[in-house]
């Protein structure tokens, strides 16, 4: 496997939550006013981060190998994902 041919990929993004980021609600429908429901949640970060890498290794004209991580962190949460891929082409 030619490993000159190899491409790598990453992405990095950053989310700030602004406004009320309560995780409570209280709904209520129009034709029945008088019978809201409380809806909750858990509750937003402020700010969180997320970046992805990927690296992806074409074996042939049509066919390539990928494999990708990503991960989003926050002060209270940590969320991780890989992926490994075989593209066809046809």
């Given at each position: 496997?030619?490993?000159?041919?190899?491409?790598?990929?990453?992405?990095?993004?950053?989310?700030?939550?602004?406004?009320?980021?309560?995780?409570?609600?209280?709904?209520?429908?129009?034709?029945?006013?008088?019978?809201?429901t409380?809806i909750?949640?858990?509750?937003?970060?402020?700010?969180?981060?997320?970046?992805?890498?990927?690296?992806?290794?074409?074996?042939?004209?049509?066919?390539?190998?990928?494999?990708?991580?990503?991960?989003?962190?926050?002060?209270?949460?940590?969320?991780?994902?890989?992926?490994?891929?075989?593209?066809?082409?046809?």
């Amino acid at each position: 496997m030619p490993l000159d041919k190899l491409r790598l990929e990453g992405e990095v993004a950053a989310r700030f939550e602004l406004g009320d980021r309560s995780p409570e609600a209280l709904i209520a429908l129009a034709v029945a006013p008088g019978q809201a429901t409380r809806i909750a949640s858990t509750g937003l970060n402020r700010s969180a981060y997320a970046a992805r890498l990927g690296a992806v290794l074409p074996i042939t004209r049509r066919i390539e190998v990928r494999l990708d991580y990503s991960g989003e962190f926050s002060r209270n949460d940590t969320e991780h994902a890989a992926l490994a891929g075989l593209n066809i082409r046809f």
